[in-house]
Nanobody
């Protein structure tokens, strides 16, 4: 059974940095797209950033120039480096991955809280 386990959330002051990690484990053949989404308080879940297995990245306009997504294919892990954090970045952050087991599936992590104080 495939699992995505996130780590690295927490409380930080505005202007600070955090690094999120998400490791995929279990029986799998390959991982295609990996990414991060977030759900701010009282709002719907939104895309933050994605990265393909070839390293091509895509970012939400609100985080461009501040966040950096990367992945280590050997470790089945995706990272999100968050710099210059703002209070509006406060949200539960979710890892997402498109993973091939016996079929392709869309998998989600359990979520990790990021709180940015002003």
């Amino acid at each position: 059974q495939v699992q995505l386990v996130e780590s690295g959330g927490g409380l930080v002051q505005a202007g600070g940095s955090l690094r999120l990690s998400c490791a995929a484990s279990g029986s799998m053949f390959s991982i295609n797209l990996m990414g991060w989404y977030r759900r701010p308080p009282g709002k719907q879940r939104e895309l933050v950033a994605t990265v393909t297995n070839a390293g091509n990245t895509n970012y939400a306009d609100s985080v461009k120039g501040r966040f950096t997504i990367s992945r280590d294919n050997a470790k089945n892990t995706v990272y999100l480096q968050m710099d210059s954090l703002k209070p509006e970045d406060t949200a539960v952050y979710y890892c997402n991955a498109i993973i091939q087991t016996y079929h392709w599936g869309n998998y989600w992590g359990q979520g990790t809280q990021v709180t940015v104080s002003s």
